[in-house]
């Protein structure tokens, strides 16, 4: 059955078409504007939400030491930032990411305002694992970009010497920020198509290339630096110093192979690195007044000036009048050699030779050692210390600054001018980068250091003020120093010391040089003999061992042994207290590995079957010990 169809009145349909018409008319103009006129605006405003101009990663260089081994590498991080406007559409999902970023809610909110209208740090250089939570949560306007960061594979051992880098990876302190410009890297940019999850769909143009940055290799030997902060870190806080520091150099090539300060901090543990205290490079940012390690320089300079002659003696019984001023020694001597004048550290002595010798002598041995003058090692900001010019002493500052008073030095300064007496009479420009040739100037004749080697060798012995630096099989050869601390007012602390030993072994045959200085010890006994000089005992040992430098004894009576299988030429050097190097000369072989099991290999005689070494550093009690480094040693 056919419905009958019914049809619109005539009005009514012309209304529609009327209606629709003008709909169109409105439209069409708008249209045409958008498609044809404004179109260019329309691309640049999608462009803006998924072409984005992102960061081309490149790696900071690395440090290394002498030996290739990682001190500041770059590890895998992760950069998160946000689109605050996208991000706000999905506040529900912001406690999630909080709990993933390890930030309370209002703490993650305040990090997406503090940025622009579309760009908002809210971490950088945060561990991956942080970057891959995020990622779960898939939560559209934030983003994980990777980056790196600084590790330091020996944390706070090396932290004053290499520094710190800042959020944006520069250099901020140490070796760091000396060398930024040449460890810094380049970041490129490109303009990239991202998706709504900021990840890259495609790369439409490369803007600027990126540029890694050099790697930067030391010439720290890390078991020596490994060895020289532990020691001193104890010893500062057994003796409760305020700070303290530690330099080892080669005294041939001038290159340094340990820098250690203390307190320091871990730069790898957050927020461990607050204190600037704790990651400032004391041995070439602090100055001070070193005490009685002065005393050397004035002689040689006396003996090569030909002030005083070698063999000369020195009443020292009585105080020496100085300007009003009295010069008094700790402990009471008579008549002494210029050796023993060293090896009790008598003040009145020294003082006496300093004014037998003329100001500008003094001046020029001084300053001729390094002492006064800046080094040119990176460091931004290194101290010179402090040497006033030879026209301005009085007859006071005169007798005095034999005693290391009047004149401030770094703790680098003074291992770099003590070379000279190991060496036979050369200062060598010190070197911290590998690569760079030595720099000597002789500052003195050969026959004067050769004197002042023989006789700062009998410091370490018994009755020695440095007594405490003797290590078993070798001869040790060094000065303490002792010095009442500077207030900064013209007057000094009460009972507070710098406390110093610096030394050389072996000290028939040196090669290697360690200062150490400890500031602002206030207990009993604060002197350099007792405090700073076991530092040296210990780190020195284990830097000849690392070096393979031979004890004294391995010169002695020869034996051989049969090889047993799987024995090594290093693990019966070892044994017999000696030295690989040792081995092989006395061996004629050219290599540690040409030995074979069941053949014969000749080695140093045990004495006694028990111990091989002719020098042995003698036991001594503590309470021996505290006079002696007083200079209570005897006459």
């Given at each position: 059955m056919n419905r009958p169809v019914k049809y619109l009145p005539a009005g009514r349909a012309r209304l529609v078409i009327v209606v629709l018409l003008l709909t169109f008319a409105v439209m069409l103009p708008r249209d045409i504007y958008l498609q044809l006129l404004d179109q260019s605006t329309l691309r640049q405003q999608g462009q803006?939400?998924?072409?984005?101009?992102?960061?081309?990663?490149?790696?900071?260089?690395?440090?290394?030491?002498?030996?290739?081994?990682?001190l500041a590498?770059?590890?895998?991080?992760?950069?998160?930032?946000?689109?605050?406007?996208?991000?706000?559409?999905?506040?529900?999902?912001?406690?999630a990411l909080?709990?993933?970023?390890?930030?309370?809610?209002?703490?993650?909110?305040?990090?997406?305002?503090?940025?622009?209208?579309?760009?908002?740090?809210?971490?950088?250089?945060?561990?991956?694992?942080?970057?891959?939570?995020?990622?779960?949560?898939?939560?559209?306007?934030i983003y994980v970009r990777n980056t790196s960061r600084t590790y330091y594979p020996l944390g706070a051992v090396t932290t004053p010497l290499l520094g710190l880098v800042d959020e944006s990876h520069q250099g901020a302190s140490g070796l760091e920020r000396g060398y930024n410009a040449w460890l810094r890297a380049r970041p490129g940019r490109e303009l990239a198509l991202v998706d709504g999850h900021g990840q890259i769909v495609h790369v439409a143009k490369v803007q600027r290339l990126a540029h890694f940055g050099h790697a930067l290799r030391l010439t720290i030997n890390p078991q020596m630096q490994y060895w020289a902060y532990i020691t001193l870190a104890r010893s500062l806080h057994h003796f409760h110093a305020k700070d303290g520091s530690a330099v080892i150099m080669n005294v041939h090539t001038g290159q340094i192979l340990a820098m250690a300060s203390a307190p320091s901090c871990n730069p790898n543990a957050l927020g461990s690195c607050t204190n600037p205290a704790d990651y400032t490079n004391n041995a070439v940012h602090q100055a001070f007044e070193p005490g009685s390690v002065m005393k050397p320089f004035v002689v040689a300079a006396a003996l090569a000036s030909h002030s005083v002659q070698p063999d000369a003696r020195f009443n020292v019984f009585h105080p020496l009048m100085v300007d009003g001023y009295?010069?008094?020694?700790?402990?009471?001597?008579?008549?002494?050699?210029?050796?023993?004048?060293?090896?009790?550290?008598?003040?009145?002595?020294?003082?006496?030779?300093?004014?037998?010798?003329?100001?500008?002598?003094?001046?020029?041995?001084?300053?001729?050692?390094?002492f006064g003058r800046k080094p040119d090692l990176g460091f931004v900001d290194a101290t010179a210390g402090v040497l006033p010019d030879w026209r301005n002493w009085s007859l006071a500052r005169h007798a005095t600054i034999a005693l290391g008073y009047g004149v401030s030095v770094t703790t680098l300064q003074l291992a770099d001018a003590y070379a000279a007496f190991a060496n036979g009479g050369y200062h060598l420009r010190p070197e911290l980068v590998m690569g760079q040739a030595p720099v000597a100037t002789r500052i003195m004749p050969a026959w004067v250091a050769r004197k002042l080697r023989v006789w700062l060798q009998s410091v370490a012995e018994p009755g020695g003020t440095g007594i405490l630096a003797a290590i078993d099989g070798y001869h040790v050869a060094g000065k303490t120093g002792t010095a009442d601390m500077a207030n900064g007012h013209g007057g000094f602390y009460g009972h507070t010391t710098n406390a110093t030993f610096v030394g050389f072994a072996p000290?028939?045959?040196?090669?290697?040089?360690?200062?150490?200085?400890?500031?602002g010890s206030h207990i009993q006994w604060n002197f350099g003999g007792?405090?700073?000089?076991?530092?040296?005992?210990?780190?020195?040992?284990?830097?000849?061992?690392?070096?393979?430098?031979a004890p004294a004894c391995q010169h002695g009576p020869i034996m051989r042994i049969t090889i047993q299988r799987g024995e090594n030429l290093a693990e019966i050097a070892r044994q017999y207290h000696s030295s690989v190097a040792h081995l092989m000369d006395i061996n004629q072989l050219r290599n540690p590995q040409d030995i074979d099991s069941g053949t014969l290999l000749?080695?140093?005689?045990?004495?006694?079957?028990?111990?091989?070494?002719?020098?042995?550093?003698?036991?001594?009690?503590?309470?021996?010990?505290?006079?002696?480094?007083?200079?209570?040693?005897?006459?």
């Open positions: 803006m939400r998924y072409l984005r101009s992102v960061p081309l990663p490149a790696s900071r260089g690395i440090i290394t030491a002498r030996n290739g081994q990682p590498v770059n590890v895998h991080a992760v950069t998160i930032w946000a689109d605050p406007a996208i991000l706000e559409k999905h506040r529900a999902q912001w406690a909080s709990h993933a970023l390890h930030l309370s809610r209002a703490g993650f909110a305040r990090r997406v305002a503090s940025g622009g209208a579309d760009y908002a740090y809210i971490e950088r250089q945060v561990a991956p694992t942080i970057g891959a939570a995020l990622q779960k949560l898939q939560v559209p306007g009295a010069i008094t020694d700790d402990v009471r001597h008579h008549i002494l050699s210029i050796e023993k004048i060293l090896k009790y550290s008598s003040c009145i002595g020294a003082s006496k030779i300093a004014l037998k010798t003329p100001e500008q002598i003094i001046y020029h041995m001084y300053r001729s050692a390094g000290g028939n045959h040196p090669q290697l040089v360690m200062a150490v200085s400890l500031r007792i405090e700073a000089a076991p530092v040296f005992r210990v780190t020195m040992r284990h830097a000849l061992q690392e070096m393979d430098v000749k080695v140093p005689t045990p004495k006694g079957g028990k111990n091989i070494c002719r020098f042995a550093a003698p036991l001594v009690s503590r309470a021996q010990a505290e006079i002696w480094s007083e200079g209570g040693g005897g006459a």
